[in-house]
């Protein structure tokens, strides 16, 4: 695939299939570094097509988190094991009974690669119930 400014949505189409056949090497421990270059660059050029055509705001950090299990397939568990939290306090933190802490923030940036501003943006906490 060559790899170039997208302009369009078939061309993002394609740069996103590419992104996803190179994540799934990644995940099975074969992609190479020459690979891993495509899909930061192609994560680039799609992030960036997605933003001047497609933005819809940033998200609050709870519903990227919801998204980003949903899409990994993740489980409340996996989360709780990397953030080092119970899991009824995980999901005060899904419910927004308790805020991210600056410590859990940095771990999902780290295990998931998440934005910091995303992670970092203000939300509202329901601490009525």
């Known amino acids: 695939m ?14 996103l299939k590419r992104l996803e056949t190179l994540l799934n090497l990644e ?9 891993k270059e495509e899909a ?3 994560e680039v050029l799609i992030d960036n097509f997605e933003e001047k055509h497609h933005s819809i705001g940033q998200p609050n ?7 980003i299990m949903e ?6 568990k996996d989360i709780v094991d990397i953030l080092g939290v119970s899991k009824s ?3 005060k933190i899904l419910s927004r009974k308790r805020p ?10 780290k295990a998931f690669n998440m934005p910091y501003d995303i992670l ?9 119930s």
């Not at 099975?28 to 690979?35: A, F, L, T, V, Y």
């Not at 970092?120 to 009525?128: F, I, N, Q, R």
């Open 27 to 35: 995940e099975s421990g074969d992609m190479n570094s020459k690979e």
């Open 89 to 91: 306090g995980f999901s």
């Open 40 to 42: 930061d660059l192609l």
């Open 100 to 109: 991210l802490s600056l410590e859990m923030i940095k771990k999902l940036h």
């Open 61 to 67: 950090p709870i519903e990227y988190i919801k998204y």
């Open 2 to 15: 060559k790899i170039g400014i997208i302009r369009t949505d078939e061309e993002n189409k394609v740069a």
């Open 120 to 128: 970092m943006s203000d939300y509202e906490l329901d601490l009525a």
């Open 71 to 76: 899409n990994k397939n993740l489980k409340q």
